[in-house]
């Protein structure tokens, strides 16, 4: 069998997930035009499908990603602070809530339009445990593991995790704000995030930061009603 991609394993499931985005906004725009007829929640059920097929990329390429070292985290003092920084991230998010020029404010996920039972809950789940657990691993795997080093050196992996450099630090921070609908709460993220991993030198103190960041606004969100925070 043949080696492995080091780049691959770390963008493919980052790519896929894009991809199951630019699949819904197609469907939606199709819809808008009058092209197709879509329910209010019929693209809903496109989320588990899209967390289930990159949880699978994950576990697949899961030997591959030798920097995530749960070790890390048997450090209290510092996955305390980190938990704190996500936090942090969570409050200042919901305080940049607003889009840029005339992008229309998000739709948001709304389970409260999908049937009663457990359609509804299920659904929820799958949101949540998508957002806290595969979300954060994706995103930190492409955005601090790969691409930050790769904007220093393509033979990324001679580049020692955490390295800095201005042109990866703005270049991560400004990309990763407009993967969001939120782009400045997106900005100031990523640059929570690739200041976590330039202190610790530890991707799995920022998959941390960014699961503590997405569970408090998943909590903040199911208990205010602001869907467009999803």
């Known amino acids: 069998m043949g080696q492995t991609n080091p780049s691959r394993c770390r963008y493919l499931p980052f790519a896929v997930f894009m991809a199951f985005i630019g699949l819904d906004e197609i469907i939606r725009l199709f819809s808008k035009y009058g092209f197709i007829t879509v329910g209010e929640t019929t693209l809903y059920y496109l989320y588990p499908l899209k967390v289930l097929v ?3 990329l994950l576990y697949r390429y899961r030997k591959e990603y030798q920097e995530l070292k749960l070790k890390d ?16 991230v969570f409050f200042l998010w919901i305080h940049m809530d607003w889009t840029l020029g005339v992008a229309e404010n998000p739709r948001g996920f709304n389970p409260t339009l999908l049937p009663c039972g457990w359609v509804r809950v299920v ?7 998508g957002a806290v657990l595969v979300v954060p691993v994706m995103e930190e795997l492409f955005w601090r593991s790969f691409l930050s080093r790769y904007i220093i050196d393509s033979d990324f992996k001679k580049v020692p995790l955490g390295s800095f450099s201005w042109a990866s630090f703005l270049l991560t921070a400004v990309l990763f704000g407009f993967e969001h ?12 995030y690739s200041l976590i991993l330039y202190r610790t030198k530890s991707l799995a103190q920022c998959v941390l930061a960014h699961a503590v960041t997405n569970l408090a606004l998943a909590l903040y969100v199911l208990s205010s009603g602001k869907w467009q925070f999803w």
């Open 123 to 129: 659904m929820t789940m799958f949101r949540v445990s």
């Open 73 to 88: 985290l048997a450090n209290f003092s510092t996955t305390f602070t980190v938990c704190i920084s996500g936090l942090l």
């Open 181 to 192: 609908n939120y782009i400045l709460a997106g900005m100031m993220a990523g640059i929570f």
């Open 54 to 56: 990159v949880a699978c």
